[in-house]
């Protein structure tokens, strides 16, 4: 267990290091002088030219690069071209909102979508499971920046029940509606995954001896099939849970969430390298520790599952 | 088990009348059960052979009102046990017997158990679903029954998850939760098949002496005639949905009175026999089960088949006592004017 988890922390090395790669080129190729954005319009050739001397960047690529990696090392991510002030603090001033929302969003499409899956399995074609099935269509059909629009006009402007956009004082009120929308599609995802493999599960012999040995029908849907469905529903929430948690660009733009998906969005149109870089390289480590706590979850829900290195009793 | 026949006033502790399975597919109507009628005595092993898609399971799944509905649906038939007709039961106070009065073991254990549920877990489950002990007492009562089917090393047992077992050891396992609450009928449904040829042995040794400890009932279901020579006292011989002949085992092997009975006997190897002949086959396939033939349903695959044979199904008749057979020629094999051949 404990080799496993060591062994899965240092693969995160290569992926840190392809990633950077491919980013600092990307950067690179863009034609926008990075000198020329912090500086103001107009501003002399030498005093240009002095910039990029102090900023290195005026070395070759592979120089910068090096430079980059020894300085990431040390946890620094650069100074922001823009802002002028240390991409770590912007990071830290804006990942905790992206985090939070991404939370709401995570237990509103738990709660809802398992409970939908299992409802419109239970009840296979009856009202319930075709009303899931269509909502759920529709939910996988709708843009999210219409689902929210929409919500912000019905909700926000009309009725005044909720409030329109931004995060206010980060009470519960300003997260419902973005929270809603970033959790919409993935709602649906996850009522359909719990539906079909609740059916698939329902369908085994287990099942059969379930009932066999008078339980009532609740705790067999409840216990002996929901905790063999739920393997599958833990990888796709898992892996949405990185997802959002980098930010959902275009929920934060609309609701003017103040997170780090729009700092990103808005970092790329300034053509700001580091807060770019920063941000992925953040969004990569957080993406890798996820998908790592989604495989020890594996190794509780079924004990089939060995972890390398050790048993599943060392758990 | 030769003496259970003979006291003939002995118990019926589950009668079986007139009962029909039907499933509403969309190919047809399968009619997996069709009139089946038997009665199981108390403390005897009732065995019921037939070939695949005979019946043999969904007679004993609906017992345990395990049918899906739909598309199963019981059109017809009575399920007494215990003064009460169990297809009249609702399913809230049907539950009170499956695993309690009336325990099933399935065919395949590899497959029966929850895989993510330990040993443990599960066969405390069946105790504390009927019985109102305290944990403790029912985690006592669990390794007791892990003792009794033969399963060793209990404690640390009792923790394994089910992928953990051996074939065998998953099979005593789920006897042990069949006999959690000393069940008055045990179903054992083709217990030993997905076994090797020496755990098959040993299991049914193990249900058989259970059997005989607590004085209940079984009704071993198999397509295995050797299996129902050695522990069953009578058999109840299946045939495309129907009962074709019911009679102590003895009657069975030695007097049958049925083609298709006689057919099955022919088709097994005896190592007893002094001059070698090739084994005899029944020649053809059983009939769907959906587009059954009119008449015998048995009519086109035997050779003593007359006219009338394929012209209505015959009823099942008491020829002499507790032997019932559904043949039009029964009689004749039983006055010998027909030779068995």
């Known amino acids: ?315 | 088990m030769e003496n259970n026949v003979s006291k003939s006033v002995v118990e019926n502790i589950l009668e079986v009348k007139n009962l029909r399975t039907y499933f509403y597919t969309d190919n047809g109507i399968v009619k997996a059960v069709d009139g089946v009628n038997f009665n199981l005595k108390k403390g005897e092993t009732l065995g019921i052979v037939g070939e695949t898609g005979s019946g043999k399971s969904i007679t004993a799944l609906t017992i345990l009102g395990l049918i899906t509905i739909p598309p199963g649906k019981i059109e017809s038939g009575e399920i007494i046990f215990d003064g009460q007709d169990l297809l009249k039961l609702k399913i809230n106070n049907l539950k009170h017997f499956r695993g309690n009065r009336i325990s099933m073991i399935f065919q395949d254990p590899m497959t029966s158990l929850n895989p993510v549920f330990t040993i443990g877990n599960q066969l405390i489950e069946s105790i504390l679903t009927h019985q109102k002990i305290s944990k403790k007492e029912a985690y006592q009562k669990a390794l007791d029954l892990l003792d009794m089917v033969g399963i060793s090393d209990k404690k640390r047992r009792m923790k394994s998850y089910p992928h953990e077992f051996s074939g065998g050891m998953r099979q005593r396992a789920m006897i042990a939760m069949a006999i959690a609450n000393s069940p008055s009928i045990l179903i054992a449904d083709e217990p030993t098949t997905a076994l090797d040829v020496t755990i098959q042995a040993q299991i049914l040794e193990l249900i058989d002496n259970l059997k005989n400890k607590t004085n209940s009932s079984v009704i071993l279901i198999t397509h295995d005639l050797g299996v129902i020579a050695k522990y069953a006292s009578r058999v109840m011989v299946m045939y495309a949905g129907k009962p074709v002949e019911f009679a102590s085992i003895n009657d069975i092997f030695y007097n049958s009175i049925h083609p298709y009975t006689l057919g099955l006997i022919g088709s097994v190897s005896k190592l007893n026999e002094e001059k070698k002949e090739r084994l005899k086959p029944i020649k053809g396939t059983p009939p769907s089960l959906i587009d059954l033939p009119k008449g015998c349903t048995f009519a086109p695959r035997c050779k003593y088949a007359i006219k009338i044979c394929k012209e209505s199904f015959p009823p099942s008749i008491e020829e002499e006592s507790g032997h019932f057979a559904a043949c039009f020629r029964a009689k004749e094999f039983l006055n010998k004017s027909l030779s068995r051949d």
């Open chain 1, 1 to 315: 267990m404990f080799y496993y988890i060591l062994k899965r922390i240092l693969q995160i090395i290569p992926v840190i290091i392809g990633i950077t790669i491919l980013l600092f080129v990307l950067m690179y190729i863009i034609p926008e002088d990075p000198a020329r954005l912090i500086l103001e319009k107009g501003a002399t050739p030498q005093a240009l030219q002095n910039l990029r001397e102090k900023m290195g960047i005026d070395k070759p690529i592979y120089v910068q690069y090096w430079r980059y990696i020894k300085q990431l090392a040390k946890g620094d991510l650069g100074t922001s071209y823009r802002y002028r002030r240390s991409v770590n603090s912007i990071l830290a001033e804006h990942y905790p909102n992206s985090i939070k929302l991404a939370f709401a969003a995570i237990i509103i499409e738990t709660i809802i979508g398992i409970l939908a899956g299992i409802i419109s399995a239970v009840r296979k074609y009856s009202f319930l499971d075709v009303l899931v099935t269509i909502s759920t269509t529709i939910l996988v059909c709708i843009p999210v920046y219409w689902l929210g629009m929409l919500l912000q006009i019905g909700l926000g402007l009309k009725l005044h029940w909720l409030p329109m956009s931004g995060m206010g004082d980060g009470s519960i009120k300003y997260y419902i509606l973005p929270a809603i929308t970033l959790a919409s599609v993935s709602t649906a995802f996850v009522a359909r995954i719990t539906r079909s493999t609740m059916l698939d599960v329902l369908s085994n012999d287990y099942i059969r001896t379930a009932y066999a040995k008078g339980l009532s029908n609740n705790s067999v849907i409840y216990k002996h099939a929901l905790k063999n469905a739920l393997i599958p529903v833990v990888t796709y929430i898992g892996i949405d849970l990185g997802t959002l948690m980098g930010g959902a660009i275009l929920t934060e733009t609309i609701f003017a969430w103040p997170g780090v998906g729009r700092t990103i969005y808005l970092a790329i149109l300034q053509r700001d390298a580091p807060v770019v870089i920063g941000g992925t390289i953040i969004l990569v480590l957080i993406f890798v520790f996820l998908n790592l706590i989604v495989d020890i979850i594996y190794a509780f829900l079924d004990p089939r599952i060995r972890l390398e290195g050790g048993s599943s009793l060392d758990l």
